[in-house]
DNA sequence: TCGGTGGATGTAACCGGTTACATACCCTAC
DNA sequence: GTAGGGTATGTAACCGGTTACATCCACCGA
């Protein structure tokens, strides 16, 4: 393990015969060197398996080539697929991307603080810091918001609260369900809490209160299934349960028939967010769908962007979702489709 | 974003009146500078907000400070738990995390090799990346392999085929099942494959065969629906699946109900991991607990003391398995258990 | 009085790259 | 023959830290 010295661009220029300046115009591609020279100096390179060094690199171009990611936490498809979208563009930018799971963190601030020592652009989800930190930070590297609110100066998201709006109308208007509870509500997470908003609209419009306060404060499976647990004990199971996510649905859906509730039948669930798993369980999720790699793309296009100093004005960028309607929520499948 | 240029240690020791050595004691807590004049220099650096930059402090101290992690994707409450061990012994020894989703990734061999350039030592995955990578990449940092087999310098895992082995013979010899399926088995993933090994083997000792091949071909819950429809689809459902891990039961838990198939009555499931949603989902699932945070936190431990120079010995570290029997396998629970 | 000792601080080299500017050379045009 | 211009390459400073070694000073004992 590093047994040997790595070899440096002083060792390749001496190998090669010309100066550190000639060697570093070949490795960054610069033209202004003859065909020749380039070749000697590459056959020296190829030699002695030389790799500039990213913290000599790094230091002279003040640059760390890379791009810090914050999330709550790694689990879960939707920071997987999220994530997918920022690697493709760190990809084409020849940038590293470092993701910090703040969940696993115990101080947040000063992991965020550091990570943004190392980096050149940050990309944070809303609700994982501390917004004077956020702010802190700003004047170090270029940061990026997803899912934030009008006082962050970039930000990329979904309206979702219009999408829970129509969602849960369909369940209502298209179901006659009356009884309608939320699930999934973690403190100081804007997302759930838009979407929540959005399905609280949906019923007021309708001339209906929520039955209940909303259920479990986790956005993962396992939070669907205390959740299902929960409403078996109280013996009060409603018509229809709307989920802050399709991850809290599939927890529901992996315990309610086992406890001995029918889906859709006695009582119906819809998501958010349309990741690989709702098309395929059963019945067939209900969900809205959102272009997650897309945000994370977009949030990393916009972060690197801003990194090379093309000062973007201030942007709230919202791309768009889908309802698709499924089974989960008590329709009969389209004719054709797979049950 | 990034607007005043940062202070540097000239800049703070200019303010203070002393060297630069002086205010690098300062930051790095030598013991060799008087209380009044730390007190000085403390008092510049709050008063610029001055903090090392991670880059010429790594090139001085030929150390990045930082610890890379090559995990096949980012999704899955497994990677997520496993990150929680990394990160808690890397925040430990102040050292960032870096984690690298290989499948997120076109071309794994150089994101793995650009990695290796921005840290101290890596903890890989087994089956995420080429054998000749890792060798090539060993000479630069230190390398600890998670699930890795025999040919690996140092690997830190749990003894998947014994623990498969024994949650196998349980459904056959308690529960009398004959007819068993293996669920999951990605090509080059050494984990699965040799759980998939003491499937066999506990079946083989009972004279059994599997009764069919492997299902599904990934590790997370969509594979594990996705198998539940083939398996719908092709009329055929055996006694008992056991699954790669519990994603994958899951998925299957999510699906077989909606699709008619009551668990376990219908059908046995088993999986491994031992994740929190093992103990929620209806029926809770039984499976094979093992000790994720630990084996992510024992790999981290390991790779930053080789980093340190520490040459631990070539080392295959063992960590302990347990079987949790629940309600999944057909087992009645446990007297006072909640269902 | 003076050499010796130890503690606090400063000087300058070094880590491994990039790059502004200088230089050397060749070719062309007057 | 030489001024002028373009091209290929070299020199040395710089990026922002650390640290070996030198220096300075106060205090000690002989």
């Known amino acids: 393990m590093a047994a040997v010295r790595r070899p440096t661009v002083r060792d390749i220029a001496r ?23 380039r070749a000697r100096v590459q056959a020296s390179i190829d030699a002695h398996g030389y790799t500039p060094s990213s913290l000599g690199l790094g230091l002279a171009r003040r640059r ?18 999220l994530l997918r979208g920022v690697e493709s563009v760190a990809a084409a930018h020849d940038t590293a991307v470092t993701v910090l799971g703040a969940h696993l963190r115990p101080d947040v601030a000063g992991a965020v ?39 962050h100066p970039t930000t990329v998201r979904t309206d979702g609260e219009s999408a829970c709006r129509d969602v849960t109308a369909h369940l209502v208007d298209v179901h006659g369900h009356r009884r309608l509870r939320f699930v999934g509500l973690p403190p100081g997470a804007p997302e759930p809490a838009q979407r929540h908003r959005g399905f609280r609209r949906a019923l007021s419009e309708r001339g209906l ?28 199971v409603p018509d229809a349960l709307v989920c802050a996510n399709d991850e809290i649905a599939f927890g529901l859906l992996a315990t309610l028939p086992g406890l001995g509730y029918d889906v859709p039948h006695d009582v119906a669930i819809v998501g958010f967010d349309d990741n690989a798993l709702a098309a395929l369980a059963a019945p067939r999720l209900t969900t809205v769908h959102q272009p997650t790699a897309e945000l994370g793309a977009t949030a990393a296009r916009l972060a690197l962007a801003a990194a090379s100093g093309e000062e973007e004005p201030t942007t709230d960028h919202v791309l768009p979702t889908r309802t698709v309607v499924r089974e989960s929520c008590g329709c009969s499948p389209a004719p054709g489709a797979r049950r």
Chains 1, 2 share one sequence.
């Open 113 to 151: 603080e550091r990570l943004a020592r190392r980096t050149d652009a940050l990309v944070v989800q809303a609700g994982t810091v501390d917004d004077a930190v956020l702010a802190a930070v700003a004047d170090e590297v270029a940061v990026v918001v997803l899912a934030g609110s009008p006082q």
């Open 15 to 37: 190998h090669a015969g010309v100066s550190v300046a000639t060697v570093s115009r070949v490795t960054s591609d610069d033209p202004r060197v003859r065909a020749e020279t």
């Open 209 to 236: 209160v929520e039955s209940g306060p909303p259920l479990s404060v986790g956005l993962e499976a396992v939070d669907g299934a205390a959740a299902a647990r929960d409403l078996r004990a109280s013996g009060d």
């Open 64 to 81: 760390h080539q890379a791009l810090g990611v914050v999330l709550p936490g790694l689990g879960g498809p939707y920071f997987a697929e």
